[in-house]
């Protein structure tokens, strides 16, 4: 879908949609939406990169790096992954204890 002559409309969401995926594909196409962006998604991004990179802070635990799969970066590993999609399993946290936590944070 276009505004005047050139400008292509960018849809932003919040979360998910209470609509089936073809549903929602559906009203995408109908409407010619070419761009989709879950702005919670770009808010978590932008936070994630900002206590990385921005010295603010003396350290960070970065489960983002440890749990995220990398074919998928905003999903979970499945080894790691509850069936929520949402939270670790016994396995994840195992994981970022092993490989996020640097125990001098805490000295």
Avoid at 15 to 20: F, I, K, Y
Avoid at 31 to 44: S, Y
Avoid at 76 to 81: E, W
Avoid at 91 to 107: K, N
Wanted: no cysteine; glycine share 6%.
């Amino acid at each position: 879908m276009q505004t005047g002559r050139h400008q292509p409309i960018v849809v932003l969401t919040v979360g998910h949609s209470t609509r089936a995926q073809e549903d929602f594909i559906g009203l995408l196409h109908a409407h010619a939406v070419k761009r989709l962006v879950d702005v919670k998604e770009t808010a978590r991004q932008a936070v994630n990169q900002w206590t990385r990179n921005s010295g603010a802070f003396d350290g960070a635990i970065d489960s983002d790096r440890v749990l995220r799969n990398p074919d998928h970066p905003r999903r979970l590993l499945p080894r790691l992954a509850s069936g929520d999609h949402l939270r670790p399993n016994d396995a994840g946290y195992q994981a970022m204890a092993d490989a996020a936590i640097d125990l001098a944070l805490f000295r």
